[in-house]
């Protein structure tokens, strides 16, 4: 199993901001499938084994861990 993995840091903690917060929320969704797209065309092969790779977004904002 391969594991990809980003992280984005949401702002400073002591100036939240929520519009900020869902739209670092929606870049980081984007980045995922961006990732996973370039893997699919630049290594074909097995589906089987494109299917084992997990892909995982973190963001921290207000002191909060978001998976």
Do not use: C
């Amino acid at each position: 199993m391969q594991l990809f993995s980003t992280l984005e840091v949401s702002g400073s903690p002591s100036k939240p901001d929520h519009t900020h917060y869902a739209g670092d929320r929606n870049k980081t969704a984007k980045m995922l499938k961006i990732i996973l797209n370039y893997i699919y065309i630049k290594y074909p092969g097995d589906f089987e084994k494109f299917r084992r790779i997990k892909v995982y977004g973190v963001q921290i904002y207000d002191h909060n861990l978001y998976v």
